[in-house]
């Protein structure tokens, strides 16, 4: 009994054993069953979420519709591939590279937006919206070509009509030509005619030439004859000249003995400056007036002895012409003098006619380049009369009898007179054209008017040296 009892213990123990062995591998088992389902279902969502980025639910159902039928051994993407590569190449000529469809597309894009921005900008108004753009760019420019061929048509047409035209404008040039020689031929002949009457009319013309030769000389002879006693007459007349002068000098050194001495106060015959200094190696004198003074270059001077008074008749011992004008100095040069009495510090200087302090009149016309670059100076008859203004002289508007001096510029261009269309753009075409007239007109009547006066006319540069004014700016420049 004991044993029994022992091989049931046994037994029970071997089956709790057992059941609890089976327990664990069934615990086991569906441990890995759930972790392989776990996986499966991640597997089938990463699957579901790829499916759904390459096509949506909607797509994958009509995918039939979308690719067409599938082809055997190809994937609908691949399907997609294939069409797209096609494409490519129908488009580009090359064969497909190995780059993603965007890369393709966005050359098909390039290219067709280039082709869309080259065309002419009339295209876009004849395209069929109901075609795609490459077509429709296509059927453009079939349509252009047509026209093109149409135009060549027609204009080959002109030509020929054009052929035709010249064709008879050459045969009627030929008649044309053939009727003027025969004109010319007419005109010729009566040319001939004329010439035979030229020849018999110059015969008869040099024989009363010959005639009027003739009768000329006889009128030589006589104003020969005439002339002759003439001059007789003139050498008669000229005796008794010579025979009044000598009476009328005798009756003018009377006179002188009968006239008093020039009275010292008259302004004539006072003294204008003294001499400073003398060069006589340089033939060069020193002078104490100047610019201020009004003295210019050119001006002259007669030379006294300091200790004796101004001669009755003004004749000095020397004479002096200034040819550099400082501000209260000038230097001249000795023209004339004396061997036995030559020019002495402190000698005095008179010119008869200039004075110092008179006011002398100017007229200044035309235009006037004081830069001398050959561009005429807007202000510059502003300028010189400025400069006159400060000399110590007047301007006057008008030349008259008692204008010292003219002033001459470059005479005023006289402008085109102006056209409708000129007028239409510029409205002020008309007043310049007639200010240009105006200032041209008086230009030419005040150089008349100063001839017919004989009054001095001065250029610019001239004018600037009367007054001193170059002298003044190269020794200012000079100095600094």
Same mark, same amino acid.
Do not use: H
């Given at each position: 009994?004991?044993?029994?009892?022992?091989?049931?213990?046994?037994?029970?123990?071997?089956?709790?054993?057992?059941?609890?062995?089976?327990?664990?591998?069934?615990?086991?088992?569906?441990?890995?069953?759930?972790?392989?389902?776990?996986?499966? &279902?991640? *597997?089938? /969502?990463?699957? $579901?979420?790829?499916?759904?980025?390459?096509?949506?639910?909607?797509?994958? !159902?009509?995918? @039939?519709?979308?690719?067409?039928?599938?082809?055997?051994?190809?994937s609908r993407v691949g399907q997609l591939m294939g069409y797209l590569d096609q494409l490519y190449k129908m488009d580009t000529g090359r064969d497909p590279q190995e780059t993603s469809a965007q890369v393709k597309f966005g050359e098909l894009d390039a290219k067709y937006q280039d082709i869309l921005a080259n065309l002419p900008k009339d295209f876009n108004t004849a395209m069929d919206t109901n075609k795609p753009g490459i077509f429709r760019i296509v059927d453009i420019?079939?349509?252009?070509?047509?026209?093109?061929?149409?135009?060549?048509?027609?204009?080959?047409?002109?030509?020929?009509?054009?052929?035709?035209?010249?064709?008879?404008?050459?045969?009627?040039?030929?008649? &044309?030509? *053939?009727? /003027?020689?025969? $004109?010319?031929?007419?005109?010729?002949?009566?040319?001939?005619?004329?010439? !035979?009457?030229? @020849?018999?009319?110059?015969?008869?013309?040099?024989?009363?030439?010959?005639?009027?030769?003739?009768?000329?000389?006889?009128?030589?002879?006589?104003?020969?004859?005439?002339?002759?006693?003439?001059?007789?007459?003139?050498?008669?007349?000229?005796?008794?000249?010579?025979?009044?002068?000598?009476?009328?000098?005798?009756?003018?050194?009377?006179?002188?003995?009968?006239?008093?001495?020039?009275?010292?106060?008259?302004?004539?015959?006072?003294?204008?400056?003294?001499?400073?200094?003398?060069?006589?190696?340089?033939?060069?004198?020193?002078?104490?007036?100047?610019?201020?003074?009004?003295?210019?270059?050119?001006?002259?001077?007669?030379?006294?002895?300091?200790?004796?008074?101004?001669?009755?008749?003004?004749?000095?011992?020397?004479?002096?012409?200034?040819?550099?004008?400082?501000?209260?100095?000038?230097?001249?040069?000795?023209?004339?003098?004396?061997?036995?009495?030559?020019?002495?510090?402190?000698?005095?200087?008179?010119?008869?006619?200039?004075?110092?302090?008179?006011?002398?009149?100017?007229?200044?016309?035309?235009?006037?380049?004081?830069?001398?670059?050959?561009?005429?100076?807007?202000?510059?008859?502003?300028?010189?009369?400025?400069?006159?203004?400060?000399?110590?002289?007047?301007?006057?508007?008008?030349?008259?009898?008692?204008?010292?001096?003219?002033?001459?510029?470059?005479?005023?261009?006289?402008?085109?007179?102006?056209?409708?269309?000129?007028?239409?753009?510029?409205?002020?075409?008309?007043?310049?054209?007639?200010?240009?007239?105006?200032?041209?007109?008086?230009?030419?009547?005040?150089?008349?008017?100063?001839?017919?006066?004989?009054?001095?006319?001065?250029?610019?540069?001239?004018?600037?040296?009367?007054?001193?004014?170059?002298?003044?700016?190269?020794?200012?420049?000079?100095?600094?």
């Amino acid at each position: 009994m004991a044993v029994a009892r022992q091989e049931q213990s046994n037994v029970m123990l071997y089956t709790v054993i057992t059941f609890v062995g089976l327990f664990i591998v069934a615990a086991i088992l569906a441990v890995v069953f759930y972790i392989k389902a776990q996986d499966w &279902r991640d *597997q089938f /969502l990463t699957s $579901q979420q790829q499916l759904e980025e390459m096509a949506s639910s909607r797509e994958v !159902q009509n995918i @039939n519709t979308l690719v067409g039928q599938k082809e055997s051994k190809s994937s609908r993407v691949g399907q997609l591939m294939g069409y797209l590569d096609q494409l490519y190449k129908m488009d580009t000529g090359r064969d497909p590279q190995e780059t993603s469809a965007q890369v393709k597309f966005g050359e098909l894009d390039a290219k067709y937006q280039d082709i869309l921005a080259n065309l002419p900008k009339d295209f876009n108004t004849a395209m069929d919206t109901n075609k795609p753009g490459i077509f429709r760019i296509v059927d453009i420019y079939n349509n252009k070509t047509k026209q093109k061929d149409e135009l060549i048509s027609q204009l080959n047409a002109q030509v020929d009509n054009l052929g035709s035209d010249l064709e008879l404008a050459q045969k009627g040039a030929a008649e &044309r030509e *053939q009727s /003027l020689r025969t $004109q010319i031929r007419s005109i010729q002949e009566d040319a001939n005619g004329v010439q !035979q009457s030229y @020849n018999q009319l110059r015969d008869l013309m040099d024989k009363k030439t010959t005639e009027q030769v003739q009768a000329l000389m006889q009128q030589r002879d006589q104003a020969i004859e005439e002339k002759n006693k003439s001059r007789q007459e003139l050498l008669d007349s000229m005796n008794k000249l010579s025979i009044t002068q000598n009476r009328l000098q005798d009756t003018l050194s009377k006179l002188d003995v009968l006239k008093p001495r020039p009275k010292a106060d008259i302004a004539a015959y006072k003294p204008d400056g003294n001499i400073i200094s003398v060069d006589t190696s340089s033939n060069i004198v020193f002078i104490n007036i100047g610019i201020e003074d009004k003295v210019y270059a050119g001006l002259t001077f007669s030379v006294y002895d300091r200790n004796a008074p101004i001669p009755t008749d003004g004749k000095g011992k020397a004479e002096i012409e200034v040819f550099n004008v400082d501000k209260n100095s000038a230097m001249a040069r000795i023209n004339k003098s004396s061997r036995r009495n030559s020019i002495a510090e402190d000698d005095i200087i008179v010119n008869l006619i200039w004075d110092s302090k008179a006011t002398n009149r100017f007229v200044i016309a035309g235009n006037f380049d004081f830069d001398d670059n050959g561009q005429i100076d807007p202000d510059g008859a502003t300028k010189i009369k400025q400069l006159i203004e400060n000399w110590g002289g007047r301007v006057e508007n008008a030349v008259t009898i008692d204008t010292d001096f003219v002033i001459l510029g470059v005479q005023p261009r006289l402008k085109k007179k102006p056209t409708l269309d000129e007028i239409e753009v510029d409205p002020m075409a008309t007043e310049k054209y007639e200010a240009s007239a105006k200032a041209s007109e008086k230009y030419l009547e005040v150089k008349d008017q100063a001839k017919d006066l004989f009054i001095p006319v001065l250029g610019l540069k001239r004018f600037l040296n009367f007054i001193g004014y170059e002298s003044l700016a190269t020794s200012t420049k000079a100095r600094y």
